[in-house]
């Protein structure tokens, strides 16, 4: 590797951690990064998840504030998404490479799509009595989408911080602060247990993963701080603008 594609994966690394804190979707940026630098997608895909680990954690450092009122919520929904990351981690590494290329696209724009019509869903599903009742009470479908989540969270990554914070908007609505922080809470969580079983069972190339983990962990805590000056309306309209632009880019790839 040179010195040129080295500062790039770093740099790339950095935005994710970065993105990743204000909303979701750094993978985006890094794992097209890697992608260019020449690596194949599913090794460069296991390689983005255990590189920007430590980003998720500068952002819950960051948010560690908004989380201290968090213990209940965070205690219940770590059952689910660890037993989702470990289902997701195992369909990846048995998913062939062509399959895995052609569904991305699709997925990022799925989580466009919720994330644009949080507010709606939100609307509906207060109507069947689907929402949170109280400050520590998690409703079943919450439990359920965190798994589902996590399983795409450890499967690919790209766009889980939107499908998570979404998820949190409609089914346990708070000040989008504190969603925020819980949701990189939860995905710190997820990619910790996928990137235990990539380190052991997946094709993780060591060289790029160390150079852009220092990337991620420093733009994930600077991060926070971009995410607390956005509105809700601009930390949506970033975040989903942000999405249907990189999905059509590789969609006409």
């Not at 909303?23 to 985006?28: E, F, I, K, M």
């Not at 009595?129 to 589902?148: C, K, M, N, Q, Y």
Request: a positive charge; proline letters at 4%; charged letters at 10%.
């Amino acid at each position: 590797m040179d010195i040129l594609t080295g500062v790039a994966l770093a740099a790339a690394a950095f935005a994710a951690g970065a993105i990743n804190s204000v909303a979701g979707g750094g993978s985006l940026v890094s794992f097209p990064a890697l992608v260019a630098a020449g690596y194949a997608p599913k090794s460069a895909n296991v390689t983005n998840t255990v590189a920007l680990w430590p980003g998720y954690i500068g952002g819950s450092y960051g948010y560690r504030g908004e989380l201290r009122r968090q213990r209940a919520r965070i205690l219940a929904l770590a059952i689910p998404s660890i037993a989702g990351a470990l289902a997701g981690s195992a369909i990846l590494l048995g998913t062939p490479a062509r399959t895995f290329d052609a569904v991305v696209p699709f997925l990022i724009l799925f989580a466009c799509a919720v994330m644009a019509f949080q507010d709606r869903l939100a609307r509906l599903a207060a109507h069947h009595r689907l929402i949170s009742r109280g400050e520590d009470h998690i409703p079943l479908p919450l439990h359920l989408a965190t798994f589902v989540l996590a399983i795409y969270g450890a499967y690919f990554g790209a766009g889980l911080g939107i499908l998570t914070l979404a998820a949190l908007g409609i089914l346990l609505p708070d000040d989008i602060q504190r969603s925020n922080a819980l949701k990189g809470l939860l995905s710190a969580l997820i990619n910790a247990i996928a990137m235990v079983y990539f380190v052991l069972f997946g094709p993780v190339r060591w060289l790029p993963m160390a150079i852009m983990a220092g990337g991620a962990l420093a733009g994930g805590y600077l991060g926070v701080g971009v995410a607390r000056r956005l509105g809700k309306r601009w930390l949506r309209i970033a975040v989903v603008g942000y999405g249907v632009i990189v999905a059509a880019v590789m969609l006409v790839k």
